[in-house]
């Protein structure tokens, strides 16, 4: 391989490392959100939610970069990484990483205040569920690229990844747009 062109393998963990500095952003930007909120100060909550918003639209695009090579290589290099003995788990995921669990947690305290936002948020909170549709969408895109359909998921191989994948979109929707209207152009 060229010493100027990174390998897919770099690539990948790259790219998920910077996935992994915007979900950090995230929690910062969230929970800044509950604290302008709790203070009544709405238009520096609808600036953290709208930076919220960002970190997501960035995180989808890291999630899309570290996808940057083919089907095969994907197969060869990038899945062997993840299962063992390379990794001491035999149902690795994402969703062990500390961030991931944090993020979950914020999300889970911020439901209720989403289920009473103000209206002067409604714009600021429709950008940030799109944008989570968005980061959603992509990572069942970079999935349905290098996984088949009925392929099962690293972590629960007796179930479809796609559709693993879009259960969790549905759970996660349900805490940051619990009444359904951040986003009026999806059912």
Known sequence: M???HPSPFAIWREFHWAFFLNVQGLVVALRRFQMQLERGLLASAEEELMTAATLLTSSAA??????????DVYESTIRVSMTQPTVESDDFSG????????????????????EQLPEELAVA????VAAYRHLAESH???CSR???????SLRLGDRSAVET??????GRLTLIDPAGKGCPFHS
């Open 146 to 152: 290098f996984v088949d359909s009925d392929a099962g």
């Open 165 to 170: 994948l879009r259960r969790f979109e549905r």
């Open 95 to 114: 969703l062990m990483s500390w961030e991931h669990a944090v993020l979950v947690g914020v999300w889970r305290d911020l439901r209720p205040v989403f």
């Open 125 to 128: 909170h429709s950008a940030f």
């Open 140 to 142: 069942v895109g970079v």
């Open 62 to 71: 890291s999630m899309e970069l570290a996808a940057s090579f083919t089907k």
């Open 2 to 4: 060229n010493a100027s």
